[in-house]
């Protein structure tokens, strides 16, 4: 059974940035995609960023892109994603998971198997 932990959210001031790590323990996540999603209150739950099993290749939303940027450390069975030049919309819980079901796209929540409990980000105006 894999766990996903998240961790590093905070309130920020607009412009500012963080660092969100995300910890696996159970099996290895090396040979996996890996993804960050978030869900603002109200709103449903939208892709961030997602990276391949090697950190090859990663996709971001429109959103966030050139802002955000996701890395891997497989010899830490963890993931992490740096914020940067955070607005007040980028408020929202921030999850990550792991990608289990590749005939559906990255971007779908449909596509990922485990879920960490989420951290929340909170950007003032």
């Known amino acids: 059974q894999v766990q996903l932990v998240e961790s590093g959210g905070g309130l920020v001031q607009a412009g500012g940035s963080l660092r969100l790590s995300c910890a696996a323990s159970?099996?290895?996540?090396?040979?996996?995609?890996m993804g960050w999603f978030r869900q603002a209150p109200g709103k449903e739950r939208e892709f961030v960023a997602a990276?391949?099993?090697?950190?090859?290749?990663?996709y971001y939303s429109d959103s966030v892109l050139g802002r955000f940027a996701i890395d891997r450390d497989n010899a830490k069975n963890a993931v992490y994603l740096q914020m940067d030049s955070l607005k007040p919309e980028d408020t929202a819980v921030y999850y990550c998971?792991?990608?289990?079901?590749?005939?559906?796209?990255?971007?779908?929540?449909?596509?990922?198997?485990?879920w960490g409990q989420g951290t929340q980000v909170t950007v003032s105006s």
């Open positions: 998971a792991r990608g289990g079901y590749y005939s559906v796209p990255y971007y779908r929540d449909q596509a990922y198997d485990y």
């Open positions: 159970g099996p290895p996540i090396s040979t996996y995609l």
């Open positions: 990276i391949t099993w090697n950190g090859a290749g990663s």
